[in-house]
């Protein structure tokens, strides 16, 4: 079996799962969603779409609440408003259905340890229900190219963590998903393991699938990345095309900028309170190209460190 059927039969089978067969459609809609912990929103009211093909970066802060939208986005973490839908199925009221056609990498992975790195392949492949020869195939093609085929026989335990990370990419890649959700990926490999990694994202979304994943390594994000979203304190703060976001600038330097604005308009309004808000917008410098807010002071001074 060559492998486009292979490709063209899984799909077709996730397809089935999922109910839906619109390539137009979006493979991931996050909307209006709340997650809150006691009086704090982790996530506050964030909306946004990846459509087929996409290799979308999520980027922010620790504790910007990243982590706590992907994991209600595969399932572990419930939400408290809003909608999550994946390939047209709501998380909410079908989550197994979405599970089918997703895959997830979390950023600190557990994998059984009793288990040789082939037994664990193949464990995850029987739970999607993946053909033993379509399995074997991308299972051969991928532990090659990410140098693990000669290590499929030890027991995980002796795995270290790039080798780790290495059999769960493999693990998330066996059964084609339609929606691939990625937490700090890159994490613990080799340069040419990351070089592989990233052709591999590639590939999957040039056969119709989506990429979502967040890292803090800004650089990869914007290389990889068509479209980006910046989340700050459970906010979008941006949101787009990575070229749009980006601008002329590094998609470092937005971030940057964002977080330096905020704390000169967080003074500027401390100042300003009774003034009204119209003033402290203005001293802060506030951009609407789009919709990010700039600060003069904040691109001075990180001008100044990059001399």
Do not use: W
């Not at 599970?99 to 288990?115: G, I, M, S």
């Amino acid at each position: 079996m060559n492998e486009g059927a292979t490709v063209a039969q899984t799909k077709a089978t996730a397809e089935a799962h999922a109910g839906t067969c619109d390539v137009t459609a979006p493979v991931l809609m996050v909307k209006d969603v709340v997650k809150a912990f006691g009086a704090k929103r982790a996530v506050d009211g964030v909306s946004l779409e990846v459509m087929p093909g996409d290799i979308f970066g999520f980027v922010g802060h620790n504790g910007a609440g990243k982590t706590t939208l992907i994991r209600a986005i595969v399932g572990v973490t419930g939400f408290d408003e809003g909608d999550i839908r994946v390939a047209g199925q709501s998380v909410r009221t079908d989550a197994l259905a979405c599970k089918r056609v997703t895959a997830y990498v979390p950023d600190n992975p557990d994998v059984y340890e009793f288990l040789t790195g082939i037994q664990y392949l193949n464990y995850i492949a029987d739970l999607y229900a993946v053909p033993a020869d379509v399995r074997r195939e991308r299972i051969e093609a991928y532990a090659d190219r990410l140098g693990l085929t000669s290590a499929l026989g030890d027991l995980v335990s002796s795995y270290s963590h790039g080798m780790r990370q290495k059999l769960v990419l493999i693990s998330a890649l066996v059964h084609e998903p339609v929606l691939l959700v990625l937490d700090e990926p890159f994490v613990g490999l080799d340069p040419e393991a990351s070089f592989h990694v990233k052709e591999m994202l590639r590939e999957l979304a040039k056969r119709g699938s989506a990429v979502f994943f967040s890292s803090h390594v800004l650089e990869v994000v914007e290389k990889v990345c068509d479209k980006v979203a910046i989340i700050k304190q459970g906010k979008l703060r941006a949101c787009g095309p990575t070229a749009e976001v980006v601008g002329d600038e590094s998609l470092e330097d937005v971030f940057l900028d964002m977080i330096e604005s905020d704390a000169a308009q967080g003074g500027t309004h401390a100042a300003d309170d009774q003034d009204g808000s119209a003033q402290g917008a203005a001293a802060a410098g506030v951009s609407g190209k789009r919709g990010r807010v700039r600060s003069a002071a904040g691109r001075n001074g990180r001008n100044g460190r990059k001399a």
